[in-house]
């Protein structure tokens, strides 16, 4: 297969090998975990323990919430001790008792059997952005996926998770695979991964040749350049195909999945596992014992890092992900959540302070190393200006916020800093405007619940008179309902079908666009659209019903 080229990108300093030259191992189990309600894209999970109760790991613990949420279950076998809006503790009792769900086997299980185990076990992408994988599962149904890409690029200097995971895993990690295709319809499967992972790539290579799978699966490994990893970046290297702006890999028939998520995929079908635990990158010059852990969430930075030989007096930062798009995390208190691949111990001779910026010179690097083919320097000015109108014409939203640019800028300018207040900004006036939209479709969200209650109600006094009539034929007919157009009412139902489809996929292609926002109002729009479809339902029973009735009496 020919590797095509995406245009920019960069080589910065790769360490890796701190971390990836210790096996695998198991973290120490913590004596408690914090579980934060919201560790992915979407609504924050709702609460469904007290305090006070006892739990098994994988006990259910809070519920998605909405479309786009997930499940969330206990890592720890103890008590709950502590339940707010924002959190669920537990203290554990040492003796770790696990609660697994049937075990599945993907090939032979209906779909709709293994999207309820995704959904049922909690799954969120492990690579960052934590969408929910029930949801982006489903995609079939709005767009023609014909091949699935396994983003085994894993650009970002320090991580090695998905290294150390395709090295222990790899057959698991193509059995997930090979799930998910056939969930999304892919009949292609392609791997994409960088060339500095010789171990891992002998490990594919290897589990490919012993493996008999009903997609066709591809290994293509690519130079080491970042950001490979990105997923608009990894389908243009792999498969010469462009996302549009705007768009989605959908959008160009390919899904996008890293191996960590594959691995959970498959352990939650095949073992009955809920999302309880990941890999997790320990390294930085501030520890002693670098390497990749399995890691129960909730447990908290400092009890991790401690366990791997922090030294406090080195420590200057920690920065959770890679350095170039990772967050510097203000407290060791924070827990490890889905989304925590890494954890960069970081001293200050290692990730110095930035220097102080100059005034921009003009020379364009940035502009050379951008992915996405944007103008960084213009976008640099308009941000600045707070030209908002201009930033969107310029495509502001196509950023994925790689950080090249500001690693080349010869001025010391925090570009990204400056897109991502950009980005905000323009967030809030869209949500601002919104508002009054929102306040509209909660209105309608009330009608469409009073009109399903009312059709219920009158189902329900349908059902019962024609039990009724049953019993006693001669009182046919007195109290029976107006004869109802059975095809109109068929095809309402038909249309309120078709409306929590359109209002789903809208929600889902939003969520996964901009996976950290809030979709208050599209989640609104698709309940009053639910409420719309019980409502038609309800009064085709009715009909129905009363069809029957009316034919039995003569």
Not at 5 to 25: C, D, H, M, T, V
Not at 362 to 368: Q, S, W
Request: proline share 7%.
């Amino acid at each position: 297969m020919p590797a095509y080229e995406f245009p920019g990108g960069i080589y910065p300093p790769e360490r890796k090998a701190r971390s990836n030259q210790s096996p695998l191992q198991a973290a120490p189990l913590p004596s408690q975990v914090t579980l934060p309600l919201k560790q992915h894209a979407g609504n924050p999970a709702t609460p469904c323990v007290v305090v006070g109760e006892n739990v098994n790991v994988g006990s259910l613990i809070a519920q998605r919430n909405g479309m786009i949420s997930a499940h969330l279950h206990a890592s720890i076998s103890g008590t709950v001790t502590h339940v707010d809006d924002t959190a669920i503790t537990i203290e554990a009792d040492g003796l770790d008792r696990w609660e697994t769900l049937p075990p599945l086997d993907w090939r032979t299980a209906a779909p709709a059997a293994l999207l309820e185990r995704l959904e049922s076990s909690g799954l969120a992408g492990l690579g960052g952005a934590g969408f929910p994988t029930h949801i982006k599962a489903k995609v079939a149904e709005h767009n023609v996926i014909d091949t699935l890409v396994i983003n085994a690029a894993e650009c970002e200097p320090y991580i090695t998770a998905d290294d150390l995971t395709l090295r222990h895993y790899a057959a698991d990690v193509l059995e997930g695979a090979q799930l998910i295709a056939r969930l999304c319809g892919a009949q292609t499967i392609v791997i994409g991964i960088e060339d500095n992972k010789p171990e891992a790539i002998s490990a594919l290579t290897q589990a490919l040749s012993q493996m008999q799978h009903p997609a066709t699966i591809a290994l293509k490994v690519i130079e080491t350049r970042y950001p490979s990893g990105g997923e608009r970046q990894l389908i243009k290297k792999v498969l010469n195909r462009d996302v549009p702006s705007g768009g989605l890999p959908a959008d160009v028939g390919t899904l996008c999945h890293n191996p960590g998520t594959l691995l959970a995929a498959f352990h939650a079908v095949r073992d009955g596992k809920p999302l309880v635990e990941r890999i997790v990158t320990l390294t930085g010059d501030a520890i002693s014992r670098p390497g990749n852990v399995w890691v129960r969430l909730g447990t908290p930075v400092a009890s991790l890092l401690k366990g791997a030989g922090l030294d406090p007096h080195q420590l200057h930062q920690v920065i959770v992900g890679g350095p170039m798009m990772g967050t510097p995390l203000t407290t060791l208190d924070t827990p490890v959540t889905k989304t925590t691949n890494c954890l960069i111990a970081a001293t200050l001779a290692e990730l110095p302070p930035a220097p102080v910026e100059s005034p921009c010179i003009r020379c364009g690097a940035c502009e050379l190393v951008c992915p996405a083919q944007l103008l960084p320097q213009q976008l640099h000015w308009y941000a600045r200006a707070e030209s908002d109108s201009t930033l969107e014409t310029l495509n502001l939203f196509d950023c994925i916020e790689c950080g090249a640019c500001s690693f080349v800028c010869p001025s010391f300018i925090p570009l990204v800093e400056d897109y991502r207040s950009a980005k905000q900004r323009i967030r809030l006036k869209q949500i601002e405007s919104a508002k009054a939209e929102h306040a509209k479709h909660r209105f309608e969200f009330r009608q469409a619940r009073i009109a399903r209650e009312d059709a219920e109600k009158k189902a329900r006094r349908q059902a019962r008179l024609a039990h009724t009539q049953k019993s006693a034929p001669s009182s046919a007919g007195d109290d029976a309902a107006p004869e109802a157009d059975l095809r109109s009412l068929r095809i309402a139902q038909t249309a309120a079908k078709a409306a929590v489809k359109k209002a789903e996929k809208v929600l889902a292609r939003a969520a996964e666009q901009a996976p950290k926002q809030r979709f208050e109002d599209l989640e609104t729009q698709l309940a009053t659209a639910q409420e719309n479809l019980k409502a038609a339902e309800a009064r085709l029973a009715e009909a129905r019903a009363n069809a029957t009735q009316k034919d039995s009496t003569i």
